[in-house]
């Protein structure tokens, strides 16, 4: 078994059992100087505000994110963020993935989509410790509702890969123009 396979399988039998476990934590990153923060609408095929997640998107299945389309953001805007949390964990908001680097044009994620890949996104580091989308996957039998939501910045967030949720919250401080959410739930 490779040297780091037995802790992490013992870290993920742990949060099963306990539920999910975040790291460190986060201010409130604040909206850029002289602006009102705007509002950008995320929709996705796969499922709709308040509906449940489709198992395909979860730990349960292909574990792939959904696909997602958000409206285009005010101007002025120099960087798109993805972050997708469970606010409804345990121990606080457990971090699912962190997606950066993005272009301000950048509106669409298709089902599945490789983000390093196709838009030149970089990962930070998500509650499960990977630098990639981890779906849905509260314990058995709790219903968690997980926030999609797209950031539009002010600045270029070409940052170093692998930031925790408080370093980027932290980078994204004093530079939100724009959001928006789309919440769905999962139970298994």
């Known amino acids: 078994m490779h040297v780091f396979a037995r802790p992490l399988a013992l870290a993920l039998l742990l949060m099963s059992e306990s539920g999910c476990q975040k790291t460190g934590s986060s201010i409130t990153p604040r909206v850029a100087p002289g602006h009102t923060l705007e509002s950008i609408t995320v929709t996705s095929h796969a499922f709709g505000g308040g509906?449940?997640?489709?198992?395909?998107?979860?730990?349960?299945?292909?574990?792939?994110?959904?696909?997602?389309?958000?409206?285009?953001p005010p101007p002025g805007t120099q960087s798109i963020v993805l972050i997708i949390d469970d606010p409804d964990a345990p121990s606080g908001v457990f971090t699912h993935m962190l997606a950066y680097n993005l272009s301000a044009d950048f509106h669409a994620?298709?089902?599945?989509?490789?983000?390093?890949?196709?838009?030149?996104?970089?990962?930070?580091?998500?509650?499960?410790?990977?630098?990639?989308?981890?779906?849905?996957?509260?314990?058995?039998q709790e219903v968690h509702r997980y926030r999609f939501t797209a950031v539009?910045?002010?600045?270029?967030?070409d940052?170093?890969?692998?930031?925790?949720?408080?370093?980027?919250?932290?980078?994204?401080?004093?530079?939100l123009l724009a959001e928006g959410t789309l919440t769905g739930t999962f139970s298994h």
């Open 159 to 175: 940052l170093r890969e692998g930031l925790t949720r408080p370093e980027l919250d932290n980078e994204l401080d004093g530079h």
């Open 51 to 72: 509906a449940r997640v489709p198992i395909d998107y979860t730990c349960d299945g292909r574990d792939v994110i959904p696909d997602l389309t958000f409206s285009a």
């Open 109 to 140: 994620v298709a089902d599945g989509t490789d983000l390093a890949a196709s838009a030149g996104a970089r990962f930070g580091k998500n509650d499960f410790g990977n630098l990639r989308y981890n779906g849905p996957c509260p314990p058995k």
């Open 152 to 157: 539009a910045v002010d600045r270029s967030t």
